[in-house]
């Protein structure tokens, strides 16, 4: 069975400053997916970014990119020129191509901080 | 405006007393899903449909039933509630299975729900 760890329960960081969540997984798939989901105090779980494991190059949206390191079976998050917005939980998530349920990690709460 | 909707968003309850939560979505998705969302435990996953009468067992599927009887539907049953059943429950929905493809899943706004 798949799983996903996220080591870091909690962080926070400065207005405008970078940081990078960590998340690790375990899988003897090749083909996969993988997500960060973010979730407000409005408790709403909104995508942030996704990343197929046949694709080499990593993804990117706006201030948020990751650095998907497939051998390692690491994908992190980074989220530069942070903003009190982004205050949230975030999770990271795999799923297999085949038929099997989407696995969440136990979530990071991000804190941003003026 | 495209959304899950999700009913009750909250809703105190006794051990024992059948109680169902409804998931309805406008966007014609064929994949949904529940997930239960627990404090150091993330979200998991309890049950999805890949479509019309087509269910599977997530992660947690103990305690719990569903039907999808229309595409738009996806009601979530507990047919005898237990304290341990107390949590935040979500549904999802998705063009094609949870995230395989350029749409994304959409989430509800939860239901939590107190088994006392």
């Given at each position: 069975?798949?799983?996903?760890?996220?080591s870091?329960?909690?962080?926070?960081?400065?207005?405008?400053?970078?940081?990078?969540?960590?998340?690790?997984y375990?899988?003897?798939?090749?083909?996969?997916?993988l997500?960060w989901?973010?979730?407000?105090?409005?408790?709403?779980?909104?995508?942030?970014?996704?990343?197929?494991?046949?694709?080499?190059?990593?993804?990117?949206?706006?201030?948020?990119?990751?650095?998907?390191?497939?051998?390692?079976?690491?994908?992190?998050?980074?989220?530069?020129?942070?903003?009190?917005?982004?205050?949230?939980?975030?999770?990271?998530?795999?799923?297999?191509?085949?038929?099997?349920?989407?696995?969440?990690?136990?979530?990071?709460?991000?804190?941003?901080?003026? | 405006?495209?959304?899950?909707?999700q009913?009750?968003?909250?809703l105190?309850?006794?051990?024992?007393?059948?109680?169902?939560?409804?998931?309805?979505?406008?966007?014609?998705?064929?994949?949904?899903?529940?997930?239960?969302?627990?404090?150091?435990?993330?979200?998991?996953?309890?049950?999805?449909?890949?479509?019309?009468?087509?269910?599977?067992?997530?992660?947690?599927?103990?305690?719990?039933?569903?039907?999808?009887?229309?595409?738009?539907?996806?009601?979530?049953?507990?047919?005898s509630?237990?304290?341990?059943?107390?949590?935040?429950?979500?549904?999802?929905?998705?063009?094609?299975?949870?995230?395989?493809?350029?749409?994304?899943?959409?989430?509800?706004?939860?239901?939590?729900?107190?088994?006392?």
């Amino acid at each position: 069975a798949q799983t996903v760890t996220q080591s870091q329960p909690e962080m926070s960081v400065q207005e405008a400053e970078t940081v990078t969540l960590s998340c690790t997984y375990d899988t003897s798939e090749s083909n996969y997916y993988l997500f960060w989901y973010k979730q407000p105090p409005s408790r709403q779980m909104i995508l942030v970014i996704r990343q197929e494991a046949y694709k080499q190059q990593n993804a990117t949206e706006n201030r948020f990119s990751v650095n998907f390191q497939k051998a390692a079976k690491s994908f992190s998050l980074k989220i530069s020129d942070s903003q009190l917005g982004d205050t949230a939980m975030y999770f990271c998530a795999f799923l297999y191509s085949g038929n099997t349920p989407l696995v969440f990690g136990k979530g990071t709460r991000l804190s941003v901080i003026a | 405006e495209a959304q899950v909707t999700q009913n009750p968003r909250y809703l105190i309850t006794v051990t024992g007393k059948k109680l169902t939560v409804t998931c309805s979505q406008n966007m014609n998705h064929e994949y949904m899903s529940w997930y239960r969302q627990d404090p150091g435990l993330g979200l998991r996953q309890i049950y999805y449909s890949m479509n019309v009468e087509v269910t599977d067992k997530g992660d947690v599927p103990e305690g719990y039933k569903v039907s999808r009887k229309e595409k738009r539907n996806f009601p979530l049953i507990l047919e005898s509630p237990s304290p341990n059943q107390t949590s935040l429950y979500f549904c999802a929905s998705s063009l094609s299975r949870a995230g395989i493809s350029n749409q994304p899943q959409h989430f509800g706004d939860g239901t939590r729900l107190s088994i006392l």
